[in-house]
Nanobody, 115 residues
Framework: VQLVESGGGLVQPGGSLRLSCAAS????????MSWVRQAPGKGLEWVSDIASDGGDTRYVDSVKGRFTISRDNTKNTVYLQMNSLKPEDTAVYFCNARIVATNYWGQGTQVTVSS
């Protein structure tokens, strides 16, 4: 089982990034997918998730209207489009796959928002 995040980097405030998480080794289309972040010196914070068929999405209040989660079950990939980025969005972003009591995690990708 693998979850590989990509797309992180350094961006100025107000900029955009698109994170991707490529999955392999399990039946991706059966799993609920989430993005979770960890800011420096802080705990994990759930950011967004999407149902297995992409029909339901949820967001933490702080990113509503700025971030969009999506998935392509033909490519076994989940995305997080991040617009209007703020310094407080700086964190390591992890993708998570879950079904019932099973959880898989990626290694994370660093997002730094700074001028």
């Amino acid at each position: 089982v693998q979850l590989v995040e990509s797309g992180g980097g350094l961006v100025q405030p107000g900029g955009s990034l698109r994170l991707s998480c490529a999955a392999s080794g399990f039946t991706f289309s059966n799993y609920y997918m989430s993005w979770v972040r960890q800011a420096p010196g802080k705990g994990l914070e759930w950011v967004s998730d999407i149902a297995s068929d992409g029909g339901d999405t949820r967001y933490v209040d702080s990113v509503k209207g700025r971030f969009t989660i999506s998935r392509d079950n033909t490519k076994n990939t989940v995305y997080l489009q991040m617009n209007s980025l703020k310094p407080e969005d700086t964190a390591v972003y992890f993708c998570n796959a879950r079904i019932v009591a099973t959880n898989y995690w990626g290694q994370g990708t660093q997002v730094t928002v700074s001028s």
